[in-house]
């Protein structure tokens, strides 16, 4: 049963870094990829990167220069770090699968974690 | 990027009527391997997104028939035939031909 979980804090100050943890179970990371999606409350949804099944990235060219996704195979997590954040990056962050041909399709999501930009 | 661009931003259905929602790519989402790769997902209120429709027509497992997918190019629609109670929440649409991927902006479907 494929699951994935993410954990980080929920309280960042601006301009320092976040750090998000997506711990999966039910699948491999050599075989599978997986993204990162954001919504800030009351918005809509935005891609901001995926780690491939063979370790490449790709990243959203909006916060390209901020981002890195990163992930330990042996542990099953995939990582997101994102600097210099600002207050527009207070959202709920998921991590999700991709499934299927290119860029594939979206089958497992995370229940998400809330992250609030403020001091 | 792509753009995508959904309309309506919000619709009001009555139960049992039928629902339409456009989707609309600056570019054409075929990819070099005949392939679209033009998918729907639903975020019930409170819950992560779900996928609906993968590849313009494809229902994911589980999804109703009532969900039907169309479309080519540049221009695609979801139909959403006897609405349900449990149908309400925001419908995306995502592109995953070109990098980066991208989202529509959302409709909003609301029972009347």
């Known amino acids: 049963q494929v699951q994935l979980k993410e954990s980080g804090p929920g309280l960042v100050q601006p301009s320092q870094t976040l750090s998000l943890t997506c711990t999966v179970s039910?699948?491999?990371?050599?075989?599978?990829?997986v993204s990162w999606i954001r919504q800030p409350p009351g918005k809509g949804l935005e891609w901001m990167g995926v780690i491939w099944s063979n370790g490449g990235t790709d990243y959203n060219s909006a916060i390209k220069s901020r981002l890195s996704i990163s992930r330990d195979t042996s542990k099953s997590q995939v990582f997101l770090k994102m600097n210099s954040l600002q207050t527009e990056d207070t959202a709920m962050y998921f991590c999700a699968r991709n499934l299927g041909g290119y860029g594939g399709y979206l089958d497992y999501w995370g229940q998400g974690v809330m992250v609030t930009v403020s001091s | 990027d792509v753009v995508l661009t959904q309309t309506p931003v919000s619709l009001s259905v009555t139960l049992g009527d039928q629902a339409s929602i456009s989707c609309r790519s600056s570019?054409?989402?075929?990819?070099?391997?005949?392939?679209?790769?033009l998918e729907w997902y639903l975020q019930k209120p409170g819950q992560s997104p779900q996928l609906l429709i993968y590849?313009?027509?494809n229902r994911f497992s589980g999804v109703p028939d009532r969900f039907i997918g169309s479309g080519s190019g540049t221009d695609f629609t979801l139909k959403i035939s006897r609405v349900e109670p449990e149908d309400l929440g925001v419908y995306y649409c995502?592109?995953?031909?070109?990098?980066?991927?991208?989202f529509g902006s959302g409709t909003k479907l609301e029972i009347k």
């Open positions: 570019q054409s989402l075929e990819y070099s391997d005949g392939y679209t790769y």
């Open positions: 995502f592109q995953a031909t070109h990098d980066p991927l991208t």
């Open positions: 590849e313009v027509s």
């Open positions: 039910g699948l491999s990371l050599t075989s599978n990829s």
